[in-house]
């Protein structure tokens, strides 16, 4: 244990490091002040964790170590510093647990926030302000909502603000200054404010806080010291045990430190992966691929375990390095996939489902199609992709099943079976539960009972190939509108029903809207001809019964078909 300002002497001194399996200082203002307001209010603030390490060996230690953050550019928010050359006579004290509370300390005790000014224009560098940790020393408690003490970041010129007139903010790293308490009476700017007697009072005693609990309190800080003989494997455990029984930190992120601490560019390389891939939503909606998508399907590729192991990461980190560059150009394609399958992050329910497409593009398998031969891989994987949703094969125990569809990918020598992905290859692989690819004439059959959903979608784009859904933005459209079925509950009931529906560009849909089917389709004799899978049947409202089974049968004809079921 030690005072605040013994601890931001180490930090000031260079002796306070980070290791690269730190994630980046990520804390707001708001955090900040919070932070602050718990110190003087003696809240508990939690436990920090050193990692003891001399200069003479820390390159021994075969990780990264990265200097502390005084300020930070909201901006252009820039990484910490690496740390050169340390000091072989000097002791380092790397940070383990309490990274985002050294370094917010840090910021409001010795730099500063380079933030916008209120209303300024963003993109312009001239908007953006040093702002310094303040805190009011006359403000009343009931003023100040849920905080005890108010603490704000402010630039100079903020300062003389209306709204701060009848405040007197002092800015809280000259406390470090004073090696005894000050008398309000000798702050430099209290001479421009006119305080009455309690108001002195006030920021009497609120100064003598701060200036105690930064420092002479003892108690505030507490630490423990992992001494330097430890490896970096040992550290590692340590950090992952420490950081595993918060919510802060997901296990992937503490695995992934273990990839960051041998691979120094993983962390840019992997984030800007998914920046790329995200941002490839279909009709400009970002997917939502994670970093736990990312490592799982990394192992994937290289025909490993896919259920992150600290000691599986640790073997394959080399790999991951060498191979990056045609590990990520296959995660990369995936996205086109999907698009083209009318997929996006408002309805792909299975991320695991991508993995296997990923591990067909990574060995070599073809997307496009070719004239030597009449085959579409793109059609195929769309129906793997709906089967695989449909029947939720990568739910429960989708380790098991994304181990087992990769072992029928391939051969014994782990090359493709097939370089034009066939859905057939997949019948023999063992699901949990008894489940498998196979699709059969109950199972379509049980489709026809789904109602309108991210389902009956997928559904749709099978019995619509020629829609571009890639580029157009198609609606599930109902046949009969919802507002001409409501006077009959029953017909209501099945208003939502697949057999009632059919894919529609989002205009034409809107411009339909509740017109009555019979009429919507006499407005225009090309509408008539075009429509798919409608019956010879009666169009009217009466008969909506009859028009749903006879449409079922026309579209349960053409599944059987397009999933060759005999």
């Not at 090359?415 to 699709?439: P, T």
Request: glycine content about 4%; hydrophobic content about 35%.
């Amino acid at each position: 244990m030690g005072t605040i300002r013994e601890f931001m002497d180490q930090a000031e001194g260079g002796k306070l490091i980070l290791p690269s399996i730190q994630r980046e200082y990520v804390w707001n203002e708001e955090q900040i002040c919070r932070l602050f307001d718990s110190i003087m209010s003696e809240y508990p603030i939690g436990h920090m964790m050193l990692w003891k390490l001399d200069g003479s060996k820390i390159n021994e230690k075969g990780i990264t170590f990265y200097k502390l953050l005084n300020n930070y550019n909201e901006m252009i928010p820039e990484n910490n510093e690496k740390l050169e050359n340390p000091s072989p006579d000097k002791t380092y004290f790397a940070i383990l647990d309490g990274q985002q509370r050294t370094q917010s300390l840090y910021i409001g005790l010795k730099g500063y926030l380079k933030l916008k000014i209120y209303r300024a224009r963003k993109n312009n560098v001239e908007s953006y302000k040093n702002k310094y940790l303040y805190i009011n020393l006359i403000g009343e408690e009931s003023e100040l909502d849920e905080y005890k003490y108010e603490f704000k970041f402010f630039a100079d010129e903020e300062l003389k603000n209306k709204e701060n007139e009848n405040k007197f903010f002092f800015r809280v790293g000259k406390i470090l200054q004073y090696d005894r308490l000050p008398n309000i009476n000798d702050i430099e700017n209290i001479k421009n404010i006119q305080l009455n007697d309690e108001q002195k009072r006030i920021a009497q005693d609120i100064l003598f806080n701060l200036y105690q609990k930064i420092n002479v309190n003892d108690s505030i800080l507490h630490w423990d010291i992992i001494s330097s003989d430890k490896s970096l494997d040992n550290v590692l455990n340590i950090f992952i045990r420490t950081n595993s029984g918060g919510t802060v930190l997901s296990k992937t992120d503490l695995l992934f430190s273990t990839v960051v601490a041998n691979w120094e560019d993983a962390r840019k390389n992997i984030e800007e992966l998914l920046d790329r891939i995200n941002n490839k939503g279909g009709q400009g909606v970002r997917f939502n691929f994670t970093k736990d998508f990312i490592m799982r399907t990394l192992m994937y590729l290289l025909d490993e375990p896919v259920t992150l192991k600290l000691n599986d990461i640790k073997d394959n980190i080399q790999s991951m390095r060498e191979n990056w560059e045609l590990l990520s150009s296959a995660i990369s394609k995936a996205p086109s996939v999907l698009k083209y399958a009318g997929y996006n992050g408002e309805n792909l329910i299975s991320y695991n489902a991508v993995m296997p497409i990923i591990y067909y593009i990574y060995k070599g398998g073809f997307l496009k199609k070719t004239d030597t031969i009449d085959y579409n891989p793109m059609e195929e994987l769309k129906k793997y992709l709906v089967i695989a949703q449909m029947k939720k094969l990568f739910g429960v125990a989708s380790n098991n099943t994304l181990t087992n569809v990769r072992n029928a990918l391939i051969d014994k020598n782990k090359k493709l079976r097939n370089k034009y992905f066939k859905l057939n290859d997949l019948n023999n692989v063992n699901i949990v539960g008894n489940r498998d690819f196979s699709v059969n004439d109950e199972i379509i059959e049980s489709w026809f009972e789904e109602n309108k959903n991210d389902y009956t979608f997928m559904i749709l784009t099978l019995l619509y190939p020629c829609a571009d859904i890639e580029k157009v933005k198609y609606h599930q459209d109902h046949m009969h509108p919802e507002s001409k079925l409501k006077n009959n509950p029953k017909f209501y009931n099945l208003r939502n029903r697949l057999a009632n529906l059919q894919l529609l560009p989002g205009d034409e849909n809107e411009s339909k809207n509740d017109t009555d089917l019979e009429e919507w389709l006499n407005l225009d004799n090309d509408r008539l001809k075009n429509t798919r899978y409608l019956p010879e049947c009666s169009k009217k409202i009466e008969d909506y019964e009859i028009f749903l089974e006879e449409r079922k049968k026309l579209m349960k004809e053409e599944l059987l078909k397009i999933l060759k079921i005999n």
